[in-house]
């Protein structure tokens, strides 16, 4: 049974840190991500580890947020730094087995695997 565990949500100032994990079981991934989601909004992509160790993150979370993998552990991370009031959201992992194309990895639609969410909120 594959499972995605996340886990660091929580309440922080602006400014701070905080990182979030994702512990998977199950299987094993050739791409794994972070997607949010805030209320009344889509989800939206984040970050994400591919093909092997390359990393990919979007514009907005750009040199505050890195996106780490322990394929040992099979477990992505997420370092939150510098963290601003528009970050606030549920933070999402997602995983899969294939290796998606490039363009496709900003696509929730494009990824097998979901965990529960953990929330993140940012507070000033």
């Known amino acids: 049974q594959v499972q995605l565990v996340e886990s660091g949500g929580g309440l922080v100032q602006t400014g701070g840190s905080l990182r979030l994990s994702c512990a998977t079981s199950g299987r094993t991934f050739n791409t794994m991500g972070w997607f949010r989601q805030a209320p009344g909004k889509e989800r939206e992509f984040v970050a994400v580890?591919?093909?092997?160790?390359?990393?990919r993150v979007a514009e907005s979370v750009q040199g505050r947020f890195t996106i780490s993998r322990d394929s040992a552990k099979n477990t992505v991370y997420l370092q939150m730094n510098s963290l601003k009031l528009e970050d606030t959201a549920v933070y999402y992992c997602?995983?899969?087995?294939?290796?998606?194309?490039?363009?496709?990895?900003?696509?929730?639609?494009?990824?097998?695997?979901w965990g529960q969410g953990t929330q993140v909120t940012v507070s000033s």
């Open positions: 997602a995983a899969d087995s294939r290796r998606i194309n490039y363009w496709r990895l900003v696509y929730s639609t494009n990824y097998e695997y």
């Open positions: 580890t591919y093909w092997s160790d390359s990393t």
